[in-house]
């Protein structure tokens, strides 16, 4: 296809580490992965180098991949790895069993998938009022919390709200919350990514911001975020990329007596090993068949931006997922915190 793109403004659009690192061509980077229960757990320690090449802070980066959070019983299990890993991080960052924490859920809660930070500190355990008046008890540490709202509401840069809060309430550490955009539609509301690293609000919809980070607060910040969106230029190519793998398996399978009944509507064709078959592509595509998957998104990219069309789109049933999803970061952080939710 003789066509040259203009990409001199085109990224990938995701705020997940671990997809940058697959985009790119770095190779010698250190990453920890587990399994717990079905839930994929990385641990990625990015150097300034390799940091650089993918615009990206230095730092470690927690993913947390999972399946489900409708269901009761994966709902309690991924609450249990991401309060786990949170420990992790805050021993990684050296954080006391007494020191202080501020919550801060970053967020428009009026837009459902932008909702995530504040629903989340809304189940957060707030105990600083008790230090203050009263007996704290044991097994609890001292935590505030604030839901500082979007600049396009308040007109203030959320970054400097929060450095007036913090140079009032004098946490010793902040964990902050907030909604992600995924550059693959198997992401959304299906990973949690933790970082020490800091987080700049509204990046993932392309509003930056000034960030949240240690370097400008002077203590240990670690962001949580999930993502709960993705621009129409992933939805189109993933969808392509999934049309390639169901037509080949489809071809490959039409004679298999097991997937006969089910091969059009029913069967998860993904879960099978479907080797990229490019004469497959070619016919059931054309011209667009031939391009490798980057190329692909380079095409959508140059036909969707100029009309205004990537939009940012999220899953129908939203608005249970982030209740769900907000029920995994504000408990987990309850049980990472203070040590009476253990017992």
Known sequence: MNHDVDLKNYQIRTDLALE???????????NVVE??????????????????????????????????VTDHENLNCVKKVFSEKLEFLLKELKVKSDDMGLIIGLGNDKSTPDSLGPLSVEKVLVTNPLYLYGDLGSGYRRVCAINPGVMGETGIETSDLIQHVISCCKPNFVIVIDALASGSIERVNKTI??????????????????????????????????PTVVDAIT???????????????????????????????????????????????????????????????????????PIGYNFMVTPKEVDFVIEKLSEVIGDGINYALHESFKK
């Open 20 to 30: 940058s690192l697959k985009n790119s061509s770095i190779d010698e980077i250190q």
């Open 235 to 305: 939805i189109v190519a993933d969808t392509i990329k999934y049309m390639r793998k169901q037509y080949t398996y489809t071809k490959q399978n039409k004679n298999n007596p097991k997937h006969r009944l089910f091969i059009s509507s029913q069967y998860n064709y993904l879960k099978e090993e479907i080797p990229n078959n490019e004469e497959d592509n070619k016919q059931l595509l054309g011209l667009v068949g031939g391009l490798e998957e980057e190329e692909v998104k380079q095409l959508l990219f140059e036909v969707l931006t």
């Open 193 to 226: 990514q933790m970082t020490d690293t800091g987080i700049a609000p509204g990046s993932g919809i392309g509003n930056k911001r000034k960030e949240i980070s240690s370097e400008l607060f002077g203590i240990p910040v670690i962001a949580v975020g999930i």
């Open 35 to 68: 399994e717990k229960d079905g839930i994929i757990v990385t641990t990625t320690y990015l150097d300034s180098v390799n940091g650089k090449k993918i615009g990206r802070k230095e730092g470690t980066y927690v993913t947390i991949e999972f399946d489900d």
